[in-house]
């Protein structure tokens, strides 16, 4: 035997302590590039196991970059050992369809962008004045530029309602501790961000789901809710809906806004997805600012990793409160990221980053539409997901177990669902690496969808 994989953790799969063997033999030099790896089946009789566990663990190799396969010549150590850091952890799925996070294109530079865009914060002539601490609330600077990026869809933002906070879920979580207390209620849409209901259970907030059409909130069912329930506040995402990607009219902007004014309740507005479009109503906080929380993140427009948002509130005392809340939570925004978010807003790369994204997701909603032709699903077209119906054979608990064995990652509508939960699914399509990838996740989305689970569990 040329090699003998040194399993350590028993506990693992098999087929993955294997993979992980052999990763962590190439790591240190064991395995040479080139190293020719014995049969798969001489392996699997050496180490007593069945020869699929064994191509399983050849083919993670091969998805981690460790190996290639020669017809005919048998699987070797590629020619150049992959960086540790660069590896995805053994039994990830090979298509991430799960996580909503923006792709990032090479037209965006964002690698570049970032290391050129540190190094000008810090030295600049007040440099290193971005790693002492700063005011909860963020600085001048920071807020300033933040009033002006919003202000291109808000109108003029007041720089003393802005308040710079360490993402939306930090964000949405202050907001929430602000407005409601133990024990009472939020309205929200039955289908409903997984983050906002994590912060509920937390606080010990209840949520009163209200019924959605093809717009979001239905107008209609938050007026019963709010004759209902005694509620503090309405949440809702107005833009690209997350999940169902719904977007409200400026009709229906204005018909929520209208309501919550009549029956005294706040609006909690969370507009991560806002910039995406190119065209798109006024959000709510342009309607009614009294009575609105506006939250805006970078994270799904340039990258999750700035960690910056931004809530603009209802006026200077809801400022000083919500500042409280942060302080007392996270102290304050890590300022050499925010430095970086203001750079980027004043000198116009945001704007750059946020088209080629853009311009990526349109792309790859197109792959989607093309790929997933025949199957029924909601999109838009700017957005980096999709609600996907499945089809009457499939339940989500059996498909969420196919597309795992597939190598595919998804999200069921059990983690959006306040109540009860459509047979349904939410497909992301930022996180694949590229194009190809995304479409031959999809691609084999749409043959599991094809086939019914009695079909699929012939397949050994």
């Not at 699997?44 to 069945?50: F, P, Q, R």
């Not at 909130?217 to 995402?237: F, H, S």
């Not at 309740?265 to 506006?294: K, N, S, V």
Request: proline share 7%; hydrophobic share 45%; charged share 20%.
């Amino acid at each position: 035997m040329s090699w003998m994989p040194q399993i350590e953790n028993e506990s693992r799969p098999k087929y993955l302590a294997i993979a992980e063997a052999l990763l962590s033999d190439v790591q240190s030099g064991r395995l040479k590039p080139g190293h020719r790896l014995p049969p798969q089946r001489q392996l699997a009789k050496e180490l007593g196991v069945d020869l699929t566990t064994v191509t399983r663990a050849f083919n993670e190799a091969r998805r981690m970059g460790l190996i290639e396969a020669n017809t005919g010549r048998g699987s070797y150590v590629r020619g150049k050992a992959p960086d540790l850091d660069n590896v995805a952890p053994a039994g990830s799925p090979i298509i991430d369809l799960s996580m909503n996070m923006p792709p990032q294109p090479l037209a965006a530079r964002l690698r570049e962008r970032i290391q050129e865009g540190i190094a000008g914060v810090l030295s600049s002539p007040h440099g290193l004045m971005h790693l002492h601490y700063q005011e909860s609330v963020g600085t001048g600077p920071d807020r300033v530029a933040a009033a002006r990026w919003l202000g291109a869809r808000l109108g003029p933002v007041p720089v003393d309602r802005v308040v710079v906070t360490g993402g939306a879920q930090t964000a949405l979580y202050a907001v929430v501790r602000v407005l409601v207390q133990a024990g009472e209620t939020i309205c929200v849409p039955d289908l409903t961000y997984p983050g906002l209901r994590a912060i509920a259970e937390q606080l010990k907030v209840r949520l009163v789901p209200v019924a959605m059409d093809g717009e979001g909130i239905d107008p209609a069912a938050l007026e019963e809710a709010c004759r209902r329930e005694k509620l503090r506040a309405v949440y809702c995402v107005p833009t690209i809906h997350n999940p169902t990607t719904a977007t409200m009219s400026e009709k229906r902007r204005e018909a929520i806004a209208e309501i919550a004014r009549r029956h005294g309740i706040a609006i909690i507005e969370d507009d991560a997805y806002g910039a995406l479009p190119r065209q798109a109503p006024a959000p709510i906080a342009a309607i009614a600012p009294d009575l609105t929380w506006h939250v805006a993140t970078l994270s799904k427009c340039v990258t999750p990793a700035l960690r910056t948002a931004y809530v603009i509130t209802p006026g200077l005392a809801d400022t000083l409160r919500l500042a409280a809340e942060i302080r007392a939570m996270a102290l304050m925004i890590p300022p050499l990221m925010s430095a970086l978010a203001s750079r980027w807003i004043l000198d116009g790369t945001l704007d750059a980053i946020t088209t080629a994204i853009r311009e990526e997701s349109a792309a790859r909603q197109c792959i989607a539409r093309r790929t997933l032709q025949g199957l029924k699903f909601q999109a838009h077209p700017e957005g980096h997901h999709l609600w996907l119906t499945l089809p009457e054979r499939w339940r989500r608990a059996d498909l969420n177990l196919y597309a795992r064995q597939s190598g595919l990652a998804l999200v069921p509508s059990e983690a959006f669902a306040v109540e009860s939960a459509p047979n349904a699914i939410r497909v992301s399509l930022g996180a694949a690496q590229n194009q190809t990838g995304l479409e031959r996740g999809l691609a084999l989305l749409a043959t599991v969808l094809s086939h019914g689970p009695g079909a699929l569990s012939s397949i050994v």
